[in-house]
């Protein structure tokens, strides 16, 4: 998990509506989260499908702007969720966050700065400075 429910997950106050989640980047990763949108009810805000994103991914970012693919439940407009595809889990840690009776891997707060970084959105730059002056 990363986006706005990771930073307050880390502990820093931060509201947000949809859920954003980075896969370690391949085809059979990527198929396997749109399954599992898919059968929660959810579906694909754009006409695209797998296999497009995966083989125009660089494409899809660097001429449309892509950063993440929307998936949203038609009957709840708040259930959204985005697969961020302008970053890859590769080599970055998680930490593993106990919420209740879950355990939800989170993307540690380096790497997850970092990410944020990248981006470089007024509303990551705000996330960042917030992440750094945890206790």
């Not at 707060?109 to 705000?126: C, F, T, V, W, Y």
């Amino acid at each position: 998990m990363v986006g706005g429910y990771a930073v307050a997950l880390h502990g820093a106050v931060r509201g947000t509506v949809d859920l954003d989640l980075v896969l370690t980047w391949s085809r059979d990763n990527l198929e396997k989260a749109v399954h599992a949108l898919q059968s929660l009810g959810l579906q694909s805000h754009l006409p695209i499908d797998v296999e497009t994103v995966f083989s125009q991914r660089d494409a899809l970012i660097r001429d449309k702007h892509l950063i993440a693919w929307n998936f949203y439940n038609p009957k709840n407009l708040a259930e959204q969720v985005d697969l961020i595809i302008d970053f890859d889990l590769s080599g970055c840690a998680v930490k593993n966050i106990d919420v209740g009776q879950a355990v939800i891997p989170v993307l540690n707060i380096h790497d997850l700065i970092r990410m944020k970084e990248k981006s470089g959105r007024p509303q990551d730059l705000a996330d960042i400075s917030a992440l750094r002056n945890l206790p």
